[in-house]
Nanobody, 120 residues
Framework: QVQLVESGGGLVETGGSLRLSCAAT????????MFWHRQAPGRQREMVAS???????TYADFAKGRFTISRDNAKKIMYLQMDSVKPEDSAVYYC??????????????WGQGTQVTVTS
């Protein structure tokens, strides 16, 4: 059973830093593209950043210059380093990944989410 498990959320002051982690567990062949998304109360879920297996990454405009996405393919873990956080960064952050389960099958998996709250 493939699972994505996030950790690292919590309370942080405005201007502070936080690092989120997402670990892929279970039986699968490889992890392809990985994503961080977030959803604040009353708002639609939005993509924060993405990273391919080779390391190429993209960011939402609000994340550029403040957030850094990375991954350790050997450990099957993805990270989101959040610096200079703002109150508007408060949201539930979700990990999402395209995982090759077998030679002929891949699927999209989601983590359970981790809450990030930025205090002013």
């Amino acid at each position: 059973q493939v699972q994505l498990v996030e950790s690292g959320g919590g309370l942080v002051e405005t201007g502070g830093s936080l690092r989120l982690s997402c670990a892929a567990t279970g039986s699968f062949l490889s992890v392809n593209a990985m994503f961080w998304h977030r959803q604040a109360p009353g708002r639609q879920r939005e993509m924060v950043a993405s990273i391919l297996s080779g390391g190429a990454s993209t960011y939402a405009d609000f994340a550029k210059g403040r957030f850094t996405i990375s991954r350790d393919n050997a450990k099957k873990i993805m990270y989101l380093q959040m610096d200079s956080v703002k109150p508007e960064d408060s949201a539930v952050y979700y990990c999402n990944a395209d995982i090759m389960v077998s030679p002929n099958y891949h699927d999209s998996y989601w983590g359970q989410g981790t809450q990030v709250t930025v205090t002013s």
